[in-house]
Structure formats: C-alpha cells, structure tokens
C-alpha cells in the first residue's frame, strides 16, 4: 500500500506542475495572479479547452488500451496501432466531408469506422495467437491510413488534433468520455474475469464471449469518442497500463484509477512540452508521443511485457 500511495502521490505532484506551465506558457507566457483581458481570453478560450482535452482524451484512450489488452489477452493490444484509431479518423473524416458542420455526426461516424477495424479483429482473433494478432491490427491500421491519405483536403475534412480543440469539442469529449469511464470503471472486474482460462469461466457460470465482447465495445467506444475530438494517438494506450500493472498491480480496480490519471497526465505533458520547445510554433503531441512511445515499446518488449 505504501508504494501504491507513493506512485499516487508523485503523479499527483508531476499533474500539478504540469498544469501550471500549461495554464502559464505557449506561444505567448503571462501569470495567473495579473492576467489582462487578452490574457484571459487566451487562457478561457484556447488553453483551458485544449488542457482539459488532453486530460480527457489521455484518460480515454489509455483505458481503452487496458480492456483491449484484457480482452485480447495481450499486453500490446493498442487501438492505435490496431487499425481503430485510424478506421475513426478515416470514417469521421468521411461524415465531415457528406454533413460538415455538425460535429456529433463526425463523432458517430468515428465509432462506426471503430466498429469496422473491431469486427476484423474480432473475426481474425480466435483463429491466430496474439502477435500475429498484433500484425493484422497493424495491416488494418496501415490500409485506414492509406485512405485517409486520399481524402481531398475539403471543407469538413480537416484533420483533428489537440492544436484545433474548440470548446464544442472538448464539452463532446467530457459528456461522452467521462460516460464511457464511468462505465469502464464498472465493468473494471470483467477484466480480472478474463485473466482465468475460458474452460473455467464456463464452469463458472460466466460467459467468456460476452466478457470480452464487452469490454471491447467499450474500449472501441473510448478510443473513437477521443480520435474524434482530437485525432489518432498512438503507444499511450499501451506505455500507461503497462506502467500501471508494474506500479499498482494487475487487479483493474487498481489499475483502472491509475490508468485515467497517468494517462491524462502523460498526454497533457507532451502537448505542453510541444507547445514550448519551439515557441512560438510547436510540435504536435501525436509525434512525440509516436517518437518517445516506439523505443517504449521496443523496451517493453525486450524486458517480456506482463500479462494483461
């Protein structure tokens, strides 16, 4: 318990110090105690809606990876680099080309392209062992990809990041976000179901399909709701739960709590880091969290990644 108190409080600590140089710095610094009408406008409008995104949308998404991992049994189960990020980005872009303006339409259409890389992975899954798994995420994820790339640079089909965040979209995340957290964060003891061997569950009573069906339709739900309102992420909704079950445990009502509040953190560091390297320009979260998260990935792999 110590250490699980110890782990909270330092990730406490890092959000906090975080939140003040977001709050303080981007293109332009100013202090929170003599702020001009400029300033809080600057602060209210822009920086507030773009901090609580990243808060959100890290919460979102790492959760969605934690129940694709307990879903899938597999430790590097990751919508981003599995074909759902990319199958929403691609099918939002599409609801923003037939009906732009209309934001939840693209929000729908997000979790409809979802859907369509999850029945893929659903239909190859009992039929390949994990890693190779893995790889038919990734051929998914490449071809959505390739698609998006085709689309036209049109009004309505702008893309989605942290940089574009207006208030309509982060209110979209926080309704729809924190309704699929609060659902995960019931459905948490699913996850630790799915650690024993299907043949048991059945003696159990419980039915390995549904279990892990629904834990998959709300990972996909999380992951297209935050692709939606601030674009693809990849690696975080691998790093923090694997992170997460080193520091807290491998029980999901541990490991869930932790997983929302490093993985708002995490995103909203590297987005504040973005924006203050190269100010008054910046870089974009998606690349550096792509740059830090492949040799992450490759680490975690080298040191034999956990079992979900």
């Given at each position: 318990?110590?250490?699980?108190?110890?782990?909270?409080?330092?990730?406490?600590?890092?959000?906090?110090?975080?939140?003040?140089?977001?709050?303080?710095?981007?293109?332009?610094?100013?202090?929170?105690?003599?702020?001009?009408?400029?300033?809080?406008?600057?602060?209210?409008?822009?920086?507030?809606?773009?901090?609580?995104?990243?808060?959100?949308?890290?919460?979102?998404?790492?959760?969605?990876?934690?129940?694709?991992?307990?879903?899938?049994?597999?430790?590097?189960?990751?919508?981003?680099?599995?074909?759902?990020?990319?199958?929403?980005?691609?099918?939002?872009?599409?609801?923003?080309?037939?009906?732009?303006?209309?934001?939840?339409?693209?929000?729908?259409?997000?979790?409809?392209?979802?859907?369509?890389?999850?029945?893929?992975?659903?239909?190859?899954?009992?039929?390949?062992?994990?890693?190779?798994?893995?790889?038919?995420?990734?051929?998914?994820?490449?071809?959505?990809?390739?698609?998006?790339?085709?689309?036209p640079t049109l009004p309505g089909t702008a893309s989605t990041s942290l940089a574009t965040v207006?208030?309509?979209?982060?209110?979209?995340?926080?309704?729809?976000?924190?309704?699929?957290?609060?659902?995960?964060?019931?459905?948490?003891?699913?996850?630790?179901?799915?650690?024993?061997?299907?043949?048991?569950?059945?003696?159990?009573?419980?039915?390995?399909?549904?279990?892990?069906?629904?834990?998959?339709?709300?990972?996909?739900?999380?992951?297209?709701?935050?692709?939606?309102?601030?674009?693809?992420?990849?690696?975080?909704?691998?790093?923090?739960?694997?992170?997460?079950?080193?520091?807290?445990?491998?029980?999901?009502?541990?490991?869930?709590?932790?997983?929302?509040?490093?993985?708002?953190?995490?995103?909203?560091?590297?987005?504040?880091?973005?924006?203050?390297?190269?100010?008054?320009?910046?870089?974009?979260?998606?690349?550096?969290?792509?740059?830090?998260?492949?040799?992450?990935?490759?680490?975690?792999?080298?040191?034999?990644?956990?079992?979900?």
């Open positions: 318990m110590k250490k699980i108190t110890l782990t909270y409080l330092s990730l406490l600590i890092f959000l906090v110090l975080t939140l003040g140089l977001a709050f303080t710095n981007g293109a332009s610094h100013f202090s929170l105690t003599n702020l001009t009408t400029t300033n809080q406008n600057t602060l209210f409008n822009i920086r507030l809606p773009r901090i609580l995104a990243a808060l959100l949308a890290g919460a979102t998404i790492s959760v969605s990876g934690a129940f694709f991992q307990a879903a899938l049994r597999n430790p590097i189960a990751d919508p981003g680099i599995m074909g759902v990020a990319t199958g929403a980005n691609f099918f939002q872009l599409i609801g923003g080309l037939l009906i732009p303006g209309i934001f939840l339409n693209r929000v729908a259409w997000a979790f409809l392209g979802g859907l369509v890389a999850f029945e893929i992975l659903v239909r190859f899954q009992p039929k390949m062992d994990p890693y190779r798994l893995i790889l038919v995420g990734v051929a998914i994820n490449a071809m959505f990809s390739g698609l998006v790339n085709l689309i207006t208030w309509t979209s982060t209110l979209t995340l926080a309704v729809l976000g924190l309704s699929g957290l609060v659902l995960a964060v019931i459905l948490a003891p699913w996850g630790n179901y799915l650690k024993v061997d299907d043949a048991q569950l059945i003696s159990l009573g419980q039915s390995p399909k549904r279990l892990r069906r629904g834990l998959l339709l709300v990972a996909v739900f999380l992951a297209t709701t935050a692709t939606a309102c601030i674009g693809v992420l990849a690696f975080i909704g691998i790093i923090v739960p694997h992170v997460g079950r080193r520091l807290v445990g491998h029980d999901y009502n541990r490991l869930l709590p932790f997983v929302m509040l490093a993985g708002g953190w995490l995103l909203l560091f590297f987005d504040t880091v973005g924006r203050l390297i190269v100010r008054p320009s910046e870089l974009p979260a998606a690349a550096l969290l792509a740059i830090f998260g492949g040799p992450a990935l490759i680490g975690i792999l080298q040191g034999g990644p956990q079992n979900a």
